[in-house]
């Protein structure tokens, strides 16, 4: 059993950080990234016309749901440095210099529908047209195409065996 023990630097830029408390973390995160290094002032007259939640997160929260985001991040960089397939009792002690913020609007489409009483949905990066969501799953249409397409290998194998 060995030891290791190190440092590592990791440069974060325009981590992303949702400001309304009713979109779902993860998904946002899977429709990433956002062309930050081109966003512009804001103008009121974007969202002209368009409904748009005002923001229900204020910059010291989301400064911290950043760095947690970060740690997250640096740990798992720190894990893939130490030797081995796996490490226990992984400790990482994480600084931060030279912090910044900056608000930014940026375009994500969502839809919201519910199903049979399940609520569902999904995200589209404005940008990039990148999107993700939840779907409901037909188990038995799932079973029939599964037997559906082991049905047809089946048959291929039998014709060919009799070739």
């Known amino acids: 059993m060995g030891f290791a023990s190190g440092s590592l630097e990791l440069f974060f830029d325009d981590v992303p950080v949702p400001a309304s408390r009713g979109v779902d973390v993860d998904l946002c995160r899977k429709i990433e ?6 966003l512009t002032a804001y103008d009121p007259s974007y969202l002209a016309g368009f409904l748009a939640e005002e923001n229900a997160i204020d910059l010291p929260e989301a400064l911290d749901s950043a760095k947690e985001r970060m740690r997250g991040d640096i740990r798992a960089a720190c894990s893939r440095e130490v030797p081995g397939d796996t490490q226990r009792n992984l400790e990482v002690q994480t600084t931060f ?3 910044a ?3 930014a609007l940026l375009p994500l489409w969502i839809a919201a529908y519910d199903y049979r009483g ?3 949905r999904f995200m589209v990066n404005g940008v990039t047209g990148k999107c993700t969501g939840t779907a409901p ?3 038995i249409k799932i079973t029939l195409l599964v037997l559906a397409i082991l049905t047809i290998v089946i048959i291929v194998f039998a014709l060919k065996g009799n070739s």
Do not use: G, R
């Open 33 to 38: 990234p956002y062309p930050t290094a081109e």
């Open 97 to 99: 210099s030279a912090l």
């Open 101 to 103: 913020y900056k608000n």
């Open 118 to 120: 399940t609520p569902y």
């Open 137 to 139: 799953w037909s188990w």
